[in-house]
């Protein structure tokens, strides 16, 4: 847990940071993304938007690895200049249910990885069922990123940096909730401690 919130303590902060996960949350307010607020969208907390948006973007700057988690992977998209779906159920045609009433260790919709990328190496698989516990969603990624994994429905449930020589994975879903019961999702974290040990060691 990072024991600030002001944009004031980032360049104190990201010197000591190996890596970042930016976790789940609220919902991002939309003009962080060139939006006005639509109905469906739910409440959201600019100060806490501002402080990571920033942190993202300077820690990009400063090639420091990174994971998002649900909003975490929304922030990412939106700091790096994309845009989102306010929310899935009023904007996406025969959507599936990504925010069921179940706890965060149930599986949910499976989603369907893109062969060639960091997160098939990671899963070692195509076809993987996971937890969901969203009402947004990525809808433009960022010129940064790649879409690696959709949902049945179309909707954007993971997203890699381009360049491959970067650490910035972005999930929909929570891999948090579910490795205790599936070891494998345990394997995103164990990437994200790799790719700090990676970018330290270049300076060792
Ligand atoms: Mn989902």
Redesign the pocket.
């Known amino acids: 847990m990072l024991p600030a919130n002001s944009v004031a303590s980032i360049p104190t902060l990201l010197p000591i940071l190996d890596g970042i996960i930016f976790s789940g949350g609220i919902d991002i307010a939309p003009w962080f993304y060139g939006q006005e607020p639509q109905i469906g969208i739910g409440a959201y907390e600019t100060d806490r938007d501002q402080w990571e948006i920033e942190l993202c973007n300077r820690a990009w700057e400063a090639h420091v690895p990174m994971l998002g988690i649900c909003r975490g992977c929304q922030l990412m998209n939106v700091a790096r200049g994309g845009t989102l779906i306010q929310d899935i159920a009023r904007s996406v045609p025969n959507a ?1 249910l ?1 925010n069921p009433s179940i706890p965060h260790n149930e599986l ?2 499976h989603i369907e990885i893109e062969d060639d990328s960091a997160l098939a190496s990671i899963f070692k698989t195509k076809i993987l069922h ?1 937890n ?1 516990l ?1 009402h947004q ?1 990525v809808d433009v990624s960022a010129p940064d990123f790649k879409v690696v994994a959709r ?1 049945g429905d179309e ?1 954007i ?1 993971a997203l890699e940096p381009i360049d491959p020589g970067r650490f910035a994975l972005a999930l ?2 929570h891999p948090e909730g579910l490795f205790e019961r599936y070891p494998d999702f345990l394997e995103p974290f164990k990437a994200l401690v790799n790719a700090a040990f990676r970018r330290g060691c270049q300076s060792c």
């Open positions: 599936l990504h949910s919709h996971v969901s969203h969603a949902s909707v449930e929909q879903f």
